[in-house]
């Protein structure tokens, strides 16, 4: 088919990426031209590889070329699935003795630095187009759309179809520079490749939204000679390269993410390979199977209503045989009987909302399908990849066993780092366990525990992207992931803290010293707690990689504790409820004065004066001022605990004030002060049931900060002072949850006051 307007000679192909009516079209359009060249919307940095490419891999694949330069990183996927217009127009003409060339821009040129995808659909290019035909032809979504009027579809006129289809959504959608680049690059392939054939056919396949524009590029045919575009390079000192990973169907589908394309792989895949009709009934099969392996119900009737159904909905849709949305529509009008909180994923263009019913997300897995591409061992494969191989081989680490690990020894040390290196690239493989963590006491032992991925390759060798051996891909991941934090004072605590983990130093330097500069300004008391604990547990704890005691640790710990007593100062919120962020972050500069305190010069009189003031004024959170009055008890002061407690007695306020009190001194309230406890006891058995509903859920929260032994030493209290001889632990085991308790009470206390209004009680019994 000559398209008009087209430079004679040559057919222009406008595609939906992943699209199995398309991909026939495309084999149907080779078989009939014999094209001389078949011009493939693809990465022209990879012309040189198609022998590469179009190897004996079992799909899906990916090309996956990462860039990284001083100023950018950019990592992009060009996949092909057996569906994928794109390879079954290169498989297509390879048979037909065509030649083949990809023509647009390789994926780290800057036209491509906003997409992770490059077969990435236009969708909000045009957006209001397609809503339009959406509300026209009464479907949901431009998946539904599309599935209307193409897939289950006639084949006759499919082109045509296409043709105005997308000359619609194009002529009312404006191309951007990075288009406009990207495709006057691709028009000159065109024009070069229409000379070089001398009157034979040329096939191009772009996307869609590229068609008319390429069509109009080259319609004069001048402008260009025998000779092929030259292919950009990039700049002398960026680091690029592509390669090919096995790549998934889930990683395919656009309900988890991905940016483009047709979601549900799986059924499309049934489509390429048996028609429309066939992957209908295919697909009800396959989610009975999946449900009936999750123990969900599902008989023979339901499958026979859900079929029943689905046939209705395609008759009433004027589709001559059931479309992917007819078939699960009709298995949820038959499987699910329960409420729907939130529209069907496939009514909707996105990713699966949390809190889907969980038939439906076992329909969808179904559609997604568990397929996973495998390249052939001849491929090549980024130096990263052969790196890791050596390196897990050389520590001893097969990934079938469990791998524990005593951080004292030198060996172990090792595996430690590498183990930790491999997790901040995103190499599954291993799963820790255990071991030093951030806030808890030393730990110098640790256990991973083998976790198998069938993405485990494509991961390896996306990694490669930033380096060829681990440490160097580990170091530029670390710059880069500290360059991108700017001013997060948290996340760059947790990198901080990674840094030690995987033996890391010099980056360990670095990300100090962002969390330096930016702690000065830092309005975040969350943010900053956590900071100052990773500061602190390396500056007492890490001998394992020699930042105990060091200046720079201890520099930011006196400068985080300042801040964090200044920004405590400056919270006002009379009712707000208990914050554990900001609890946990006095707790980091409670233990900062303590254990570092002597060694840094810290200011303890200034922390116990900024605590005195919190602790008493009426417009802080309550939280805050029993966090206060606990800084001050566990730095040594010890305060009249029992009356500051009875001034904050009320129930919308009491719990808040005992958590704030725990979190900070705990220990001292439980063995220091009896008389603190007894307090509690009065003013809990003085409330009504209604005023305890009110605080029993802070006071869950308030005990919450308590370890079972401290729980144990609380419960033997509270039985001193009632008597009884159950074991104190008996207080700890209720049958029924307290606020299930408290709730029944305040009914029965409500019911009573109407009976004994009505004189129908006498609170005697009778």
Request: charged residues 25%; contains cysteine.
């Amino acid at each position: 088919m000559s398209v008009t307007g087209a430079p004679d000679g040559v057919t222009f192909l406008g595609v939906r990426h992943h699209s199995p009516a398309c991909a026939r079209l495309v084999a149907a359009t080779v078989a009939r031209l014999r094209p001389a060249y078949v011009l493939v919307e693809g990465p022209a940095d990879l012309n040189g590889r198609m022998d590469e490419l179009l190897g004996d891999h079992e799909l899906p694949i990916a090309v996956f070329t990462a860039h990284r330069d001083g100023t950018r990183r950019h990592a992009s996927w060009s996949p092909f699935c057996a569906y994928s217009p794109e390879w079954v127009a290169l498989t297509a003409g390879r048979e037909a003795g065509a030649q083949l060339r990809f023509i647009d821009l390789p994926a780290w040129h800057p036209a491509l630095s906003g997409r992770a995808n490059r077969y990435a659909d236009a969708d909000q290019r045009y957006a209001e187009a397609v809503r339009r035909l959406c509300a026209t032809l009464a479907v949901d979504n431009v998946d539904a759309l599309w599935d209307h009027l193409f897939e289950i579809g006639p084949d006759d006129g499919l082109a045509e179809r296409l043709d105005t289809y997308f000359d619609v959504l194009r002529g009312e959608s404006a191309a951007g520079d990075d288009d406009t680049a990207r495709e006057a690059y691709m028009a000159r392939w065109v024009r070069a490749a229409r000379r070089r054939a001398a009157g034979r056919p040329v096939l191009v396949v772009t996307g869609g939204f590229h068609r008319p524009a390429l069509v109009r590029l080259t319609a004069d045919g001048d402008g260009a000679d025998d000779d092929w575009p030259e292919v950009p390079t990039p700049a002398p000192d960026a680091v690029a390269g592509s390669y090919l990973v096995p790549y998934s169907f889930r990683r395919l589908d656009a309900f988890v993410g991905y940016q483009s394309g047709m979601p549900s792989p799986a059924y499309y895949q049934r489509v390429w390979e048996d028609g429309p009709r066939r992957a209908a009934e295919a697909l009800t099969e396959a989610v009975a199977a999946r449900l009936r392996t999750r123990r969900q119900p599902v008989s023979t009737a339901d499958l026979i209503a859900a079929r029943s159904m689905a046939g209705g909905l395609a008759r009433l849709r004027g589709h001559a045989h059931p479309g992917r949305v007819d078939v699960l529509d009709g298995l949820v009008s038959a499987l699910v009987t329960d409420a729907l909180d939130q529209p069907l994923p496939w009514a909707t263009r996105g990713t699966l909302a949390p809190g889907a019913h969980p038939v439906v997300v076992e329909m969808v897995a179904a559609l997604s399908g568990d397929r996973v591409g495998r390249l052939h061992p001849d491929t090549p494969l980024p130096p990263l990849v052969h790196d890791v191989d050596a390196e897990l081989e050389r520590h001893r680490i097969d990934g079938r066993e469990p791998v524990e690990l005593d951080l004292t020894d030198a060996d172990d040390l090792a595996r430690s780092r590498l183990l930790h290196r491999l997790r901040l690239l995103d190499v599954p493989g291993h799963a820790r366990e255990s071991g030093p963590r951030v806030g808890a006491d030393a730990l110098l032992t640790e256990r991973w525990t083998p976790a198998p991925s069938a993405d485990r390759l494509a991961r390896v060798i996306e990694a490669g992207g930033y380096g060829p051996t681990v440490l160097d891909a580990v170091t530029a991941r670390i710059e880069e992931r500290v360059t991108l934090l700017g001013a997060d004072v948290d996340a760059l605590a947790t990198t901080l803290f990674d840094t030690a983990l995987a033996g890391l130093p010099e980056h360990s330097t670095r990300t100090l010293t962002a969390i330096a500069h930016a702690a000065g300004a830092v309005t975040d008391l969350r943010a900053l707690g956590r900071a100052l604990a990773v500061a602190l547990a390396l500056w007492r704890h890490d001998h394992l990689l020699g930042s105990a005691g060091t200046a720079p640790l201890g520099a930011l710990i006196t400068a985080a504790v300042r801040r964090a007593l200044w920004l405590v100062e400056g919270v006002r919120a009379v009712a707000a409820p208990a914050d554990p962020g900001r609890l946990t972050a006095l707790v980091a500069v409670r233990d900062a004065v303590r254990h570092a305190g002597p060694a840094l010069g810290l200011d303890r009189d200034g922390a116990l004066a900024v605590a005195g003031r919190v602790a008493g004024d009426a417009a802080a959170p309550p939280d805050l001022r029993g966090a206060a009055l606990g800084l001050a008890w566990s730095l040594g002061d010890v305060p009249d605990a029992a009356r500051a407690l009875r001034a904050v007695a009320a129930p919308d306020t009491l719990g808040d004030w005992l958590g704030g009190l725990f979190a900070l001194a705990r220990e001292e309230a439980v063995s220091g002060d009896a008389a603190l406890l007894t307090v509690v006891d009065e003013l809990l058995a003085s409330m009504g049931a209604h005023d305890f509903l009110v605080a029993l859920p802070a006071l869950r929260q308030a005990f919450g900060w308590f370890p079972p032994r401290e729980r144990a030493e609380v419960a033997r209290h509270v039985q001193a002072l009632h008597g009884g001889d159950a074991p104190p632990g008996d207080l700890l085991r209720l049958d029924a949850d307290p606020l299930l308790v408290a709730a029944a009470r305040a009914v029965e206390e409500r019911v009573d006051a109407v009976l004994t209004r009505e004189g129908l009680w006498e609170g005697d019994g009778t």
